[in-house]
């Protein structure tokens, strides 16, 4: 059987992230890259002149000459952009937060639905070889943490830091426990170093009881990314950034009960490649992982409550 024919693609926005996905786009199996669209006209050119693609003048070309687009523009800007492809009959892999607002969010979700394309949004960490292997297991957390700790950058100030790293976690807790919504918030969380939230400390508590407790930092020291989650009868340490996974399991025996380890193999890869390969599978109406509109409001409404339980408690 002949592989089916690539689709065609567009990157709208080529600046820290969109850079990736232009090199993703031009270089997968699976696309043909039909042009970057970018308002910055130094960094159109370099990007497209290193990836051999072409510069597209307006949305409107990208929208007419692609079958996708990739859409990593800055957040205030995805309703319109997302759904400028979406109305046209375009599938959509928007970066994460899916939008600006809840109601955003649930817009372009009901379009897709409308007009029978796919959403996907952009949480990388979902397609993390380690979360993957851990999530094929299907876990039943009782509680669970998470470590964003980063050191300050100019990047993405427009935005808390639970938009801009927390959300990763919320998403995961809320892939741990699908069908269990978040019932309970409480957060604090402080400005250090620019006019927005930069340290955030969460706990949600899920319907089924599941205990999550997130730490988000972009003030650290350090560059920590790690999930711990607790079963009943086992326990998994996740390492994002090492993609490894280091597990324990209870045997309940006749004699003295035994913690031993658990192997839990993980084939390494480039999570933003996966995702880009789950969006391409989607498209061509192939089930896999993936994070949809649905998936990506939840997590938007989560993180807007946890900034919400912040502002509540310095009120």
Same mark, same amino acid.
């Given at each position: 059987m002949s592989d089916p024919h690539p689709i065609r693609v567009?990157?709208?926005?080529?600046?820290?992230?969109?850079?990736h996905h232009v090199r993703l786009a031009a270089t997968l199996?699976?696309?043909?890259?039909? #042009?970057?669209?970018?308002?910055? %006209?130094?960094? +159109?050119?370099?990007?497209? +002149?290193?990836?051999?693609?072409?510069?597209? !003048?307006?949305l409107e070309e990208a929208v007419e000459l692609a079958e996708a687009a990739v859409v990593a523009t800055p957040t205030?800007?995805?309703?319109?952009?997302?759904?400028?492809?979406?109305?046209?009959?375009?599938?959509?892999?928007?970066?994460?937060?899916? %939008?600006?607002?809840?109601e955003e969010a649930r817009e372009l979700t +009901?379009?897709?639905?409308? @007009?029978?394309?796919?959403?996907?949004?952009?949480?990388?960490?979902?397609?993390?070889?380690?979360?993957?292997?851990?999530l094929a297991r299907h876990p039943r957390p009782r509680y669970l943490e998470a470590q964003r700790l980063s050191p300050f950058t100019r990047r993405s100030l427009d935005i808390d830091v639970v938009l801009d790293l927390m959300v990763h976690d919320i998403q995961l807790a809320q892939a741990?426990?699908?069908?269990?919504?978040? +019932?309970?918030?409480?957060?604090? #969380?402080?400005?250090?170093?620019?006019?927005?939230?930069?340290?955030?400390?969460?706990?949600?508590?899920? !319907?089924?009881g599941c205990i999550a407790t997130l730490t988000a930092s972009r003030v650290s020291s350090e560059r920590v990314r790690k999930l711990r989650l607790f079963e009943p009868d086992a326990y998994f340490s996740v390492d994002y950034a090492e993609q490894t996974v280091s597990a324990y399991r209870l045997f309940r025996t006749a004699a003295e009960p035994e913690i031993l380890p658990l192997e839990v193999p993980v084939e390494? &890869?480039?999570?933003? !490649?996966?995702?880009?390969?789950?969006?391409? @599978?989607?498209?061509? &109406?192939?089930?896999?992982?993936?994070?949809? #509109?649905? %998936?990506?409001? !939840?997590?938007?409404?989560?993180?807007? &409550?946890v900034m919400e339980a912040i502002a509540a408690a310095w009120s």
């Open positions: 567009a990157v709208i926005g080529a600046g820290h992230l969109g850079r199996p699976g696309w043909e890259c039909v #042009g970057v669209v970018e308002i910055d %006209a130094d960094r +159109r050119e370099h990007v497209c +002149r290193e990836h051999g693609v072409a510069a597209l !003048a307006t205030v800007t995805h309703r319109e952009v997302a759904g400028a492809f979406l109305a046209a009959g375009r599938h959509v892999l928007v970066e994460k937060p899916i %939008a600006a607002t809840v +009901r379009l897709a639905a409308e @007009r029978h394309v796919v959403l996907a949004v952009g949480h990388v960490e979902f397609f993390n070889p380690a979360v993957q292997a851990v741990l426990n699908t069908t269990f919504p978040v +019932r309970e918030i409480r957060a604090a #969380g402080v400005p250090v170093l620019s006019g927005r939230v930069d340290l955030a400390n969460v706990r949600l508590e899920f !319907a089924n390494r &890869g480039e999570p933003l !490649a996966a995702e880009h390969l789950a969006f391409q @599978r989607a498209c061509r &109406g192939l089930p896999g992982p993936l994070v949809d #509109g649905e %998936a990506g409001t !939840a997590a938007l409404e989560a993180a807007v &409550g």
